[in-house]
């Protein structure tokens, strides 16, 4: 199978009204507005499937040439791959015309602004931020402030053989008949690597170890172990062996984060990964935020919410034992 007949049996909608395909986007792809600029007598078309409750993927073709715009994406990331025609992203200090085989990620809270030509078709995976920030602390590193943002650099399929099977195969599973929605976790894990991996990104995978990494781990390893008690800049400080004026200049320059901040990211991340494996005799989310020190649980949530897209009662529901 190729992307170009990937998710074949996915149909929604085959040669119809492009503000029909579009309606149908704004509920399950993401919300948007288009303008047709010149009208052609192709019609649109839309393929879509969910792999499972986190990510999507979606074939699109508008048969026209249209203008697509978005105030942002909220809560997610779209991978995008042009099949055929080209597509123009507009940025507001220029413009980045893709063409087939080229691909790039849209990050949550930018302003969406494409033109499709009249043959433009593309594939779109729609990726929750809590994928990709989970990805990131397995791998051991904090999260940048703001959460990941990916450059716009845009790659091509062609270069990348195993990031196109791996799309394919994604395909493959969201249409099989055999599916089970309990077994896509390690496809989310392998695909948030990947991208991770391929596009320049904020985060620090993929960066050789140096001299402040190993003293971060050093730093890491003192978090995790006092990760329940109020872990304070002097106690940082005398780990690392240097003044708190270094400390705070360390993480400033490594993760444009304060010792404070990455110290509470620390403690959300170990608390989301308690609500996910959800041990025996768990009570609820406000006695494990209070056991990690989170006192004030309205601006804990809140916190949570920033972090990883989803509120920590979401976190708990969804993996619940049954």
């Known amino acids: 199978m190729s992307l170009l007949t990937a998710l074949g049996t996915s149909a929604i909608f085959e040669q119809q009204c492009p503000?029909?395909?579009?309606?149908?986007?704004?509920?399950?792809?993401?919300?948007?507005?288009?303008?047709i600029q010149r009208h052609s007598s192709a019609n649109?078309?839309?393929?879509?499937?969910s792999l499972d409750d986190a990510i999507s993927l979606s074939k699109i073709t508008y048969g026209n040439s249209v203008r697509v715009r978005s105030p942002e994406l909220k809560g997610i990331y779209h991978l995008q791959i042009v099949l055929n025609g080209h597509c123009r992203w507009h940025f507001r200090d220029?413009?980045?015309v893709l063409s087939e085989g080229g691909m790039m990620i849209l990050n949550p809270g930018e302003e969406v602004d494409l033109t499709y030509s009249e043959d433009c078709a593309k594939i779109i995976l729609k990726i929750p931020t809590s994928i990709i920030a989970d990805c990131v602390i397995n791998h051991g590193v904090m999260l940048p402030k703001g959460g990941v943002k990916f450059a716009h650099v845009p790659q091509h399929i062609s270069h990348l053989k195993t990031l196109s099977g791996l799309v394919e195969l994604l395909c493959i599973e969201a249409e099989s008949e055999e599916r089970n929605d309990s077994m896509f976790?390690?496809?989310?894990?392998?695909?948030a690597n990947k991208l991770l991996t391929i596009f320049r990104n904020n985060s620090d995978i993929g960066i050789a170890q140096n001299f402040e990494l190993k003293m971060f781990k050093q730093i890491d390893n003192y978090i995790d172990a006092n990760i329940k008690t109020d872990v304070s800049i002097e106690e940082l400080a005398e780990v690392s062996n240097v003044s708190k004026r270094t400390l705070y200049n360390l993480f400033a320059k490594h993760r444009s984060v304060s010792p404070k901040y990455y110290v509470k990211q620390k403690k959300l991340a170990?608390?989301?990964?308690?609500?996910?494996?959800?041990?025996?005799g768990i009570a609820n989310v406000t006695e494990i935020a209070m056991d990690y020190g989170f006192i004030h649980l309205g601006r804990f949530s809140s916190d949570y919410k920033k972090a990883f897209g989803e509120l920590p009662s979401r976190t708990l529901k969804s993996h619940a034992v049954a």
């Open 19 to 35: 503000f029909l395909v579009s309606d149908y986007v704004n509920k399950h792809i993401g919300n948007h507005s288009i303008t």
């Open 44 to 49: 649109a078309s839309l393929w879509h499937r």
């Open 94 to 96: 220029r413009n980045i």
């Open 185 to 191: 976790s390690p496809y989310q894990a392998l695909l």
């Open 270 to 280: 170990a608390v989301r990964q308690l609500l996910q494996a959800k041990p025996y």
